[in-house]
C-alpha cells in the first residue's frame, strides 16, 4: 500500500478515493436468495427475463378493439363481444365488427387496433366511431417492455423499489446476490458519553455512531456497534483487532488527529496498514484508510460534520466497491449562489447548502456557519457546494459547482 504519511503536503481529494478504491478489494461471497428479501441487495449476475412483458398484445385505453381496416370501409361496426383484463374474448373478431375491450386486456384475435370509448356513440350493437384511427393506435404490444431473454439488470446492481418490482412482474423468484457486508463501529474519545447519560463535567454525548449506524443501514449493510472506547492504546488495540474479526469493514471515529490522546494511527500501523492519512479536504482533513489483517479500515475524524462527510464522500464508496455496487456517482450540477462563501485556497471545500430553484434557475443558499462541529450545517442541507481547492472566496451571483446528496443520509 502506498504510505502517504510522510509524504509533505495534504493528498488531494480525487487521488485519495481513487488510491482507495483501487485498493479495495471486492467481496466474492454469494448467496441465492428470494426476491421478497432482495430490498438493498447487490446482484451478483446478470438477470435475463424468462418471458416478454407484456406477455400478450392489450389494450392501452378503455374502449373497443377493430381491424383498422374495418373501420376504413365503414364508420359503424357491430359489437360482437368483450374482452376483459384477465378474460380474454375467445372469438375471432370479422370484418365490419368490433369487440368491447378495457385497459390491460388481451386484443383479440381479428383486432389490431383500439379507440378509446370517449370517441365512440354506442346504439345497442352499433359502434359508432367518431374518427379514423391509425392501425395500431392505443395496442401494448407484447415484449415491447422487456423482451423474453433480454438483460434486465447487471451485476452490482443495488435493487431498488422499483426494480423489485420489475422482477416480480416476471416472476423472477429467486436471485444471486452478494453477501450482505457487516460493519463494525468503534467511536474513541474519553470525553464521549453514551446518550440517556448523565453528562459528567467536560463532557459532550456521542452521536458519530448513531449518524454513521444510519447511514450504513441505508446502503443495507450488518452492523457491529462497539460503543465508545476510550482514549487508551490498549484499549483501541484490543477493540480494532476484536473488530477486524467480526467485520468486513472497521469504521472509528475520533483520535485520527497527531494530538496527544489519537491512537488510531498508531494502533494502525501496529497490527495493520495506513494507506494515508491527511487529504485536501474540507471538513475532513485527517481520514485514514488502511488494512487490518482481515478487512479494511476507515478512520474518520472526530467532529461530527467531518465524520459525516468523509464518510459519505470516501467510506461510502469505498463500501460500495467492497459490496461489488456499481451505482451511478452523485449528481453535479451548477448553481448560483445567492450567499457569500467564504473559503481560503487550500483544500477542497465541501460546504453544506440548500438548493432549489427560483424564477427559472438554480439557486444554492449556504447553511451558515461551516464550522466541523456544527451538524445542523449538514441537517438543513440537501447538497455540498463544491469548491476547488485553488479557489478563494465566492461572492453572491457567482455560479458554483454543486453536488447533490445521495440517499445515503436517507
Ligand atoms: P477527535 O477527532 O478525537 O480529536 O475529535 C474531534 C472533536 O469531535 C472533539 O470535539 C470530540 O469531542 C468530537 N467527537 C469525537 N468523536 C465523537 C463522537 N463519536 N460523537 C460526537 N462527537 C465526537
Ligand atoms: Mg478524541
Known amino acids: 500500500m502506498v504510505d502517504c504519511c510522510s509524504a509533505p503536503g495534504l493528498m488531494p481529494f480525487e487521488q485519495a478515493l481513487e488510491t482507495m478504491l483501487a485498493a479495495i478489494p471486492p467481496i466474492t461471497d454469494v448467496e441465492n436468495i428470494n426476491l421478497a428479501d432482495c430490498l438493498g441487495r447487490v446482484l451478483a449476475a446478470d438477470v435475463t427475463s424468462p418471458i416478454n412483458v407484456p406477455p400478450h398484445n392489450n389494450s392501452a385505453m378503455d374502449g373497443y378493439a377493430f381491424a383498422q381496416s374495418s373501420l376504413a370501409a365503414n364508420k359503424v361496426l357491430q359489437l360482437a363481444g368483450r374482452s376483459m383484463a384477465g ?79 420489475v422482477l416480480a412482474s416476471l416472476s423472477v423468484n429467486v436471485l444471486k446476490v452478494f453477501r450482505k457486508l457487516t460493519v463494525a463501529l468503534i467511536a474513541t474519545g474519553d470525553e464521549l458519553t453514551a446518550i440517556g447519560q448523565p453528562l459528567g463535567d467536560g463532557d459532550i454525548f456521542e452521536s458519530n455512531s448513531y449518524a454513521l449506524s444510519g447511514m450504513l443501514k441505508n446502503i443495507n449493510v450488518n452492523v457491529i456497534n462497539f ?101 451511478a456517482p452523485a449528481l453535479t450540477l451548477k448553481a448560483k449562489t445567492l450567499t457569500d462563501l467564504r473559503k481560503s ?43 476547488p481547492a485553488e479557489q478563494g472566496r465566492v461572492e453572491a451571483g457567482k455560479i458554483v459547482s454543486v453536488r447533490l446528496f445521495e440517499r445515503f443520509f436517507g
Open 345 to 387: 485556497p487550500g483544500r477542497m471545500d465541501f460546504q453544506r447548502g440548500v438548493l432549489s430553484h427560483e424564477n427559472g434557475e438554480l439557486t444554492v443558499k449556504s447553511t451558515g456557519s461551516q464550522g466541523s462541529g456544527i451538524l445542523t450545517s449538514i441537517a438543513s442541507a440537501n447538497c455540498y457546494i463544491v469548491l
Open 87 to 165: 378474460q380474454p374474448f375467445q372469438g375471432m373478431c370479422q370484418e365490419g365488427q368490433c369487440i368491447r375491450i378495457m385497459t390491460g386486456a388481451k386484443m383479440p384475435k381479428g383486432c389490431d387496433t383500439v379507440e378509446m370509448q370517449e370517441n365512440c356513440q354506442v346504439t345497442g350493437e352499433n359502434v359508432n366511431f367518431e374518427a379514423p384511427r391509425k392501425l395500431g393506435d392505443n395496442v401494448r404490444y407484447a415484449g415491447e417492455d422487456i423482451k423474453q431473454g433480454q438483460v434486465v439488470f447487471t451485476k452490482g446492481k443495488r435493487l431498488s423499489a422499483i426494480d423489485v418490482g
Open 227 to 327: 460503543g465508545v472506547i476510550a482514549d487508551d492504546e490498549n484499549a483501541i488495540r484490543a477493540a480494532f483487532l476484536e473488530a477486524d474479526q467480526q467485520a468486513d469493514a472497521v469504521i472509528s471515529s475520533g483520535g485520527v488527529s497527531v494530538g496527544d490522546a489519537d491512537y488510531t494511527k498508531l494502533v494502525l500501523e501496529q497490527i495493520g496498514e495506513i494507506a494515508f492519512w491527511k487529504i485536501a479536504m474540507k471538513p475532513g482533513k485527517p481520514f485514514a484508510f488502511g488494512k487490518l489483517p482481515n478487512s479494511v479500515f476507515f478512520g474518520l475524524p472526530g467532529n461530527p460534520v467531518s465524520a459525516m462527510v468523509t464518510a459519505d464522500l470516501l467510506a461510502m464508496p469505498a463500501l460500495m466497491k467492497l459490496q461489488n455496487c456499481t451505482a
